[in-house]
């Protein structure tokens, strides 16, 4: 229902672009999260943004290098991802609910999210 793309492998102070599209549903309208899993750490979601105003949380380790949108049009998410570091590699999913939901539960509930795409890798060098 979610498909998370765009990952891959780059340097240290690199960028990335990572989207994430629905089937069955409408993205341009809904709260949508970025979480991430690193190799034997727990899920931390980095950003989300809200249904109906885009308004946007971050995670502090990410605020000012990560950027959430959304192209409406499109239905899709994106997080563009600038300045990455090698603590930026994980796996990243993008999530969300089938019922309305506020970035709260990005930040404070990863595991009331109900809908999860097929995570994408990113993977930063030294």
């Known amino acids: 229902q979610l498909q998370a793309s765009g990952g891959g492998l780059v340097q240290a102070g690199g960028t990335l672009r990572l989207s994430c599209a629905a089937t069955?549903?409408?993205?341009?309208?809904?709260?949508v999260g970025w979480v991430r899993q690193a190799p034997g750490k727990e899920r931390e979601g980095v950003a989300c943004?809200?249904?109906?105003?885009?308004?946007?949380w971050y995670a502090n380790s990410v605020t000012g290098r990560f950027t959430i949108s959304r192209d409406s049009a499109e239905a899709t998410v994106y997080l563009q991802m600038n300045n990455l570091k090698t603590e930026d590699t994980a796996t990243y999913y993008c999530?969300?609910?089938?019922?309305?939901?506020?970035?709260?539960?990005?930040?404070?509930?990863?595991?009331?999210?109900?809908?999860w795409g097929r995570g994408t890798l990113v993977t930063v060098s030294s």
């Open positions: 999530a969300t609910n089938f019922a309305p939901m506020t970035c709260a539960i990005v930040e404070h509930h990863i595991g009331s999210l109900g809908v």
């Open positions: 069955g549903f409408n993205l341009g309208r809904s709260t």
């Open positions: 943004i809200s249904g109906g105003d885009d308004a946007t």
